[in-house]
């Protein structure tokens, strides 16, 4: 497994990612899943995020494992991984990937609001819940968690 920064044209197959991971969660309903996935519709959404985050791709033989994306400083804005990849060390690749990036910019936390099935992965590595969240997607309601880890060191 390797990993690099996304560019423009890995968007297909990131949207692709993202909405099969989503649709086939089993902690949301059809209807909460559904209007969770409908943001692949915004394409120029996703091409901000590659090109103004860190945008990080795990892949192997040229398939795409998994990504995820810090944005705003400190905050882990997405985390998904192929649900056939699942166990196999492709999200604790990424986010200490991340962590790594966030430390040696002097970042001393990581924020994330973190699905229900990303809880326990989060915890795991340190993750602390600081409230639920219950958010609205087109009247629907979606809860997650804010989570927050505190960084040991920072890289100078």
């Known amino acids: 497994m390797e990993f690099r920064l ?3 044209s890995d968007l297909d197959a990131i949207l ?3 909405k099969s991971n989503i649709l086939a969660n089993k902690d949301y309903n059809q209807e909460q899943k559904e209007v969770w996935a409908s943001s692949v519709n915004n394409r120029e959404m996703w091409l901000n995020k590659i090109k103004e ?3 990080l791709l795990a892949y192997k033989n040229n398939k795409i494992l998994g990504f995820c994306s810090l944005g ?3 905050y882990v804005e997405m985390m998904f991984v192929q649900k056939d990849e699942f166990g196999k060390g ?3 690749g ?3 990937n991340i962590e790594t990036v966030a430390k040696s910019n002097q970042i001393t936390q990581l924020l994330a609001d973190v699905s229900l099935s990303g809880r326990r992965f989060f915890e795991k590595r340190g993750f602390r819940v600081l409230r639920t969240n219950r958010n609205f997607r087109n009247g629907i ?3 997650n968690y804010r989570m927050r880890k505190l960084l040991k060191e920072t890289i100078d």
């Open 53 to 55: 985050q860190y945008f």
């Open 141 to 143: 309601y979606l809860k």
């Open 94 to 96: 990424l986010l200490q």
């Open 6 to 8: 996304a560019v423009e």
């Open 90 to 92: 492709v999200a604790s």
């Open 16 to 18: 692709e990612l993202y």
């Open 72 to 74: 705003q400083r400190d």
